[in-house]
């Protein structure tokens, strides 16, 4: 196990090329599966999520190689094998192969899946959605058992506007018989990404990116290239850091559009940015204005970028409020940035920033993927170094997060935790 140590107090300037999309990624994969001859994906992100998905293909039959950002599958002599624990259990997206596995073999059991706690996130609409399709659901011993003879095209209203629920019931509804229509579904740009890939391979969908997607499912897909968008929330991370800590940094490989509600908040704040074509400048600020934010779902203000924004916070004139909608439970990191000086008091579903005030470096554990985010904007703001432990949340998200840090000249290293830290870890 390794913790992360950062030197804070260094300005950082230069430039920072994004990632491919993880929230993406962790669909696009398992969507390999419907295909029956080879599928490329381009740009895909060097994160563990990825790495896990393809040892899942791998375990139910398929061949799977990961180089240069680039994966190809060869999904044709794949089989419905029950993936009940293991790396199922390792990420909250494996419940993709539910919809992939389904829509292809007409059954799968999958383990419950696991990533990041962050309070209640059932899958309900999921499984209301497969039902609808013809599927008969049961929960056996922490496994879901996804059993149909055949699927059937419906209408399917979503009583809860959900990212994972929309893409799981394309993935199932491209090889259902008839046509499927998805109403009150998510419209977030890794939607439309997921349904270019499945319209790649012969898929005939209508409407991604609106609230209402029509499906007229088809016998067969076939493999093809396909290009991942750009990650907005690593894209907002950095944005992020650069209005904290920066003296002029230009984010490289972003989809500027897909990052409006953030680019408000921070011009809000007094963050000068400036949009091209498939980059932002983030400009030196000076002096930064209290905003209130609340997360709301796309195009509103991200709920992952929420913890971010709240180590930025620590620096703005005045109270800040810190609303999610999203997720109420995601307030874990607010007891680490206290530990760093922050005067912040959670109430309900807010976070309350009092601010301006100087961190400071200390020992910190990253509970979730975003908290770790935050954490690590937090100890480039702090005084003295700051080490977080918790790094594989961090690594299910961020590529080569300290090579482009030091890239921008901070000052951050991994080292091997000690036997002693990590009983104290297995003990905490």
């Known amino acids: 196990m390794e913790k992360l140590k950062i030197a804070g107090g260094y300005p950082l300037k230069g430039t920072v090329r994004i990632s491919g999309a993880k929230n993406s990624a962790v669909a696009l994969i398992p969507a390999t599966i419907l295909a029956e001859s080879p599928v490329s994906i381009e740009g895909l992100p060097d994160i563990s999520d990825v790495h896990i998905l393809k040892d899942l293909l791998q375990e139910i039959g398929g061949t799977a190689t990961f180089s240069e950002n680039e994966m190809t599958v060869d999904p044709s002599s794949m089989i419905s094998m029950p993936l009940p624990n293991g790396k199922v259990k390792k990420?909250?997206?494996?419940?993709?192969?539910?919809?992939?596995?389904?829509?292809?073999?007409?059954?799968?059991?999958?383990?419950?899946?696991?990533?990041?706690?962050?309070?209640?996130?059932?899958?309900?609409?999921?499984?209301?959605?497969?039902?609808?399709?013809?599927?008969?659901i049961t929960n056996e011993q922490g496994a879901i058992y996804l059993r149909a003879d055949e699927l059937r095209g419906a209408r399917i209203y979503l009583d809860v506007v959900s990212v994972g629920a929309t893409i799981n019931i394309m993935l199932a509804a491209v090889r259902a018989k008839g046509r499927t229509i998805i109403e009150n579904a998510a419209k977030e740009p890794e939607i439309i990404d997921v349904a270019t890939l499945l319209s790649n391979m012969g898929a005939k969908i209508k409407g991604a990116g609106t609230d209402v997607i029509r499906i007229d499912g088809v016998d067969k897909l076939h493999g093809c290239r396909h290009t991942i968008?750009?990650?907005?929330?690593?894209?907002?991370?950095?944005?992020?850091?650069?209005?904290?800590?920066?003296?002029?940094?230009?984010?490289?490989?972003?989809?500027?559009l897909h990052l409006e509600s953030l680019i408000a908040k921070l011009k809000e704040m007094g963050v000068p940015i400036q949009n091209k074509d498939d980059q932002v400048y983030v400009g030196p600020a000076k002096d930064f204005k209290a905003v209130d934010i609340k997360t709301l779902v796309y195009p509103g203000f991200p709920t992952d970028?929420?913890?971010?924004?709240?180590?930025?916070?620590?620096?703005?004139?005045?109270?800040?409020v810190v609303t999610d909608t999203i997720y109420g439970a995601r307030f874990k990191h607010i007891d680490e940035l206290r530990?760093?000086?922050?005067?912040?008091?959670?109430?309900?579903?807010?976070?309350?920033?009092?601010?301006?005030?100087?961190?400071?470096?200390?020992?910190v554990k990253a509970s979730d993927l975003r908290a770790g985010a935050a954490l690590v904007i937090a100890g480039l703001i702090a005084e003295g170094v700051t080490e977080i432990t918790g790094l594989e949340h961090i690594d299910r998200g961020y590529s080569h997060l300290v090579e482009k840090l030091n890239g921008l000249g901070a000052t951050a290293w991994r080292e091997e935790m000690t036997k002693e830290e990590q009983e104290q870890m297995k003990n905490a």
């Open 91 to 136: 990420l909250r997206a494996s419940y993709y192969l539910m919809g992939a596995m389904l829509g292809r073999f007409k059954k799968a059991v999958i383990g419950l899946p696991g990533g990041c706690h962050l309070g209640p996130r059932p899958i309900d609409q999921h499984i209301k959605g497969f039902e609808a399709l013809g599927a008969k």
């Open 305 to 320: 970028l929420q913890q971010p924004f709240t180590s930025l916070l620590t620096k703005a004139e005045g109270s800040s």
């Open 339 to 363: 530990r760093m000086n922050a005067t912040i008091k959670v109430e309900g579903r807010s976070a309350i920033v009092n601010g301006p005030v100087q961190l400071q470096g200390a020992k």
């Open 229 to 256: 968008i750009p990650d907005r929330i690593e894209a907002g991370t950095y944005m992020i850091l650069a209005a904290a800590v920066g003296e002029g940094i230009l984010i490289d490989n972003v989809i500027p």
